[in-house]
């Protein structure tokens, strides 16, 4: 469920939040008080999540990654860190996520070095 209300982190101004949807990514809601925009605001944080080693399939994996894109947009995270593994599934949410940076729903991705089999995700700039 999302958070009801999201505070601007440079000012401190509340305001309700607003519903996400992937359609809808990167949300835009600019602060009543300071003008800036409270969705492109972060707090350093990088949300990790194992969407590969569960018996997960493809498909359910894609469905993991759209659900962890709107959760570190809910929340304050400047990134996500994405356990995927080294076969199938690795190169299908890469593939995933480049169609996502091209549509400027993320803002870049890369493997998380020296391990293949997690892709660190830039959500907001630092």
Same mark, same amino acid.
């Given at each position: 469920m999302?958070?009801?209300?999201?505070?601007c982190?440079? !000012?401190?101004?509340?305001?309700?939040?607003?519903?996400l949807?992937?359609?809808?990514?990167?949300?835009?809601?600019? !602060?009543?008080? !300071?003008?800036?925009?409270?969705?492109?605001?972060?707090?350093?944080? !990088?949300?990790t999540?194992?969407?590969?080693?569960?018996r /997960?399939?493809?498909?359910?994996? &894609?469905?993991? &990654?759209?659900?962890?894109?709107?959760?570190?947009?809910?929340g304050?995270? /400047?990134?996500?860190?994405? =356990?995927?593994?080294?076969?199938? =599934?690795?190169?299908q =949410? &890469?593939?995933?996520?480049?169609?996502?940076q091209?549509?400027?729903? &993320?803002?870049?991705?890369? /493997?998380?070095?020296?391990n293949?089999?997690?892709?660190?995700?830039?959500?907001?700039?630092?």
């Amino acid at each position: 469920m999302p958070p009801r209300n999201r505070q601007c982190l440079h !000012c401190g101004m509340p305001m309700p939040a607003v519903a996400l949807h992937m359609d809808n990514l990167p949300p835009v809601l600019p !602060c009543r008080k !300071c003008d800036h925009n409270v969705y492109q605001q972060h707090d350093g944080s !990088c949300l990790t999540s194992d969407i590969a080693h569960n018996r /997960e399939t493809i498909d359910k994996a &894609l469905h993991k &990654l759209d659900a962890l894109l709107l959760e570190g947009w809910q929340g304050y995270y /400047e990134s996500i860190r994405l =356990i995927v593994g080294g076969g199938l =599934i690795r190169e299908q =949410i &890469l593939g995933q996520l480049h169609y996502y940076q091209k549509q400027h729903r &993320l803002l870049s991705f890369k /493997e998380d070095s020296p391990n293949r089999g997690a892709i660190l995700v830039r959500l907001r700039a630092a």
